[in-house]
């Protein structure tokens, strides 16, 4: 009997941490953050990535359709227009990743992190690449 109450805690506990990834607010300073580092490269850093390309390497109206091609990543919803900001949630729990986009000073940024723990085991890097790769590939 005393498995049984720890097995029925256990799944408890278990839902109401699904539920708080699921409907915890997403911290709006992490929509609009423009952070660094700003110069051209692939910056790896704690739970993402941060990604610099200078507009003149990319194609004509790299910018929108980088959004569009975010926009269309299953699971994923624009929640941000300037700048251009997505939410993508895991298949499993549903833990949300964020994306930011913007260009400055001649540069396409893209920010992409989770927001709950401190390892997204390079699922944003990968994302922000095959994003990338579509971008270049013209599709």
């Known amino acids: 009997m005393t498995l049984l109450k720890i097995a029925l805690v256990l799944l ?5 941490a699904g539920l708080w990834v699921r409907l915890a607010p997403l911290p709006a300073e992490r929509l609009t953050a423009r952070p660094g580092p700003m110069e051209p490269g692939v910056h790896p850093l704690t739970g993402g990535v941060k990604v610099v390309r200078p507009l003149a390497d990319l194609p004509e109206g790299a910018f929108e359709r980088l959004c569009a091609i975010a926009a269309a990543t ?6 941000g227009e300037d700048p251009c900001a997505f939410v993508t949630r895991s298949r499993l729990w549903g833990f949300p990743d964020i994306a930011v986009i913007w260009v400055q000073d001649g540069n396409l940024h893209i920010h992409s992190h989770l927001v709950f723990g401190r390892s997204d085991l390079g ?17």
Do not use: C, H, I, K
């Not at 408890?12 to 109401?16: M, P």
């Open 74 to 79: 299953p699971r994923t919803r624009q929640v």
């Open 12 to 16: 408890a506990f278990v839902a109401l």
């Open 123 to 139: 699922v944003n890097a990968a994302r922000v690449a095959r994003w990338l790769d579509r971008l270049e590939a013209g599709s």
